[in-house]
């Protein structure tokens, strides 16, 4: 899925205005020149290509604050990296991984999918002293992929004796501790579920034994991210914030109706496997996704409509506004070039095929105004398309090619080129003050 990120905003300034022609900004560590950013008169006439001299460029006072809308799998490659730059980030993230470890909780004990969420804060812990490494070792280890093995070492690590609590003081022990019994309790009052240990996650238990226990998704984020110690500017927030168990759901535009999150973007035969993105095949949609929402566990009601009221936050905001946009193509957007995504991003946040007197009219542009997009991606960057849609803004990063997934973002590049928007951003910010107070 592709990620967006909002920030930061001057309160009482005029928005950030645009050229009328498309600009491609080039992001590259091996580019032999520098140049800043042209004044916005120039802008109109100049590509511009931009290196960077430092490889770790001073923290910008105070720290910007920055909203990040994301999967849980793809940005985590980019969160140790943007902890260099700035923490205060609030991160939204979907509760309806129905994959691995986490369907067999939910099959088991029900309630939202924890496991992005999990992800996300462990990527976030603190990493600086022996015991937060331990920590940080135990909550993101895995079980084996064998059942018996799987489950001879869960037992291990809830007795105590596992090697896995070397390094853990007897405070963060108990805790922790405390937590994954109750998790095996809950467990063992489902025995005629028949709980699979295989290949699941030790936070995701942690998790789910803290949010039972609770009652309380947030509750139980709250505990994790003191647990893991994660900054105390960080946020981590689920997109929905329930305790019931929730379905991702999507109607296509043939109208047929599809449910859960793996069944829309890799459909399995229902065993435990690992996707390797860049080799696994599924048959292609019968039609594209006409809208996404939220399902009851039965199926039946529509209850959430994702990010139903974010469109108009949004789009009141002046601000960067920036969509991350994808180095290979996934099942659920084949055939999509950039401006299809902002087509689909815009249609979700309007609520274009929802309810009728909940629909916006907003334009792309109220919703995206930079894209950054990884060098030699998949996706066909359709700059005509974008520049009708009146994002002018497009940035080649340097990228990656990842065994797994493909074409990838280099966390470094990324980041650089979110600093250097910001700055920019700020700077336009600023002259736009002075001149409105002459």
């Known amino acids: ?59 910008p006072h105070p720290q910007p604050a ?6 849980g799998t793809a940005f985590n490659g980019v969160v140790e990296e943007l902890k260099n730059f700035t923490t205060r980030v609030a991160h939204v993230l979907p509760v309806s991984d129905d994959g691995g470890s986490t369907a067999e909780i939910v099959r088991v004990l ?28 135990l909550l993101g280890h895995r079980l084996p992929l064998d059942p018996l093995q799987a489950k001879s070492e869960w037992y291990s690590i809830v007795e105590g004796d596992h090697f896995l609590w070397k390094g853990v ?29 295989s290949n699941g996650s030790i936070g995701n238990f942690f998790f789910a034994g803290a949010r039972i226990f609770f009652q309380s998704l947030d509750a139980a984020i709250f505990l994790f991210s003191r647990v893991s110690d994660i900054p105390p500017e960080s946020l981590v927030l689920p997109v929905i914030s329930t305790n019931d168990r929730l379905t991702l759901g999507c109607e296509l535009w043939d ?52 990010l139903l009221g974010i469109g108009e936050i949004i789009s009141s905001k002046s ?4 969509l991350v946009l994808n180095g290979t193509r996934d099942r659920e957007t084949n055939g999509f070039s ?38 030699n991606g998949e996706i066909p960057v359709d700059v005509d398309c974008l520049a ?39 700077k336009s910010q600023v002259n736009g003050l002075i001149d409105t107070r002459r």
């Not at 950013?37 to 960077?52: D, E």
């Not at 274009?352 to 894209?371: D, F, K, M, V």
């Open 255 to 306: 109208g047929t109706i599809i449910r859960g999150q793996n069944e829309i973007s890799h459909p399995t035969s229902g065993t435990m496997e690992l996707i390797k993105k860049e080799s696994f095949s599924a048959p292609a949609l019968p039609s594209k996704i006409k809208r996404v929402f939220y399902m009851s566990s039965e199926g039946k009601n529509l209850l959430h409509e994702v």
């Open 388 to 426: 009708a849609q009146g994002i002018f803004d497009v940035i080649v990063v340097d990228s990656l090619r990842d065994p797994k997934v493909g074409i990838i973002y280099d966390p470094r590049s990324l980041i650089r080129s979110l600093v250097d928007l910001i700055d920019r951003y700020m």
């Open 66 to 71: 920055l909203l990040v809308f994301s999967g």
């Open 338 to 375: 950039a401006s299809c995504f902002v087509t689909a991003i815009t249609d979700a946040l309007n609520r274009t095929y929802g309810e009728p007197n909940n629909r916006l009219q907003n334009p792309p542009s109220h919703y995206i105004n930079t894209l950054l997009v990884p060098r």
């Open 169 to 197: 003081s007897k405070p963060y022990r108990e805790t922790i501790r405390a937590f994954l019994v109750y998790f095996q309790s809950q467990i063992l009052c489902r025995a005629e579920e028949s709980f699979c240990f």
């Open 110 to 137: 029900g309630g939202p999918a924890v496991g992005d969420i999990r992800s996300r804060c462990l990527r976030l812990s603190d990493q600086s002293t022996v015991e937060a490494l331990a920590v940080r070792n």
């Open 1 to 59: 899925m592709v990620d967006t990120w909002l920030g930061p905003t001057f309160c009482n300034t005029l928005p950030l205005s645009f050229p009328t022609c498309t600009r491609i900004l080039s992001s590259s560590f091996s580019s032999s020149s520098s140049s800043m950013a042209t004044s916005p008169s120039q802008q109109h006439h100049h590509h511009h290509r931009r290196c960077y001299s430092n490889p770790n460029p001073p923290h």
């Open 319 to 322: 601000c960067l506004k920036v």
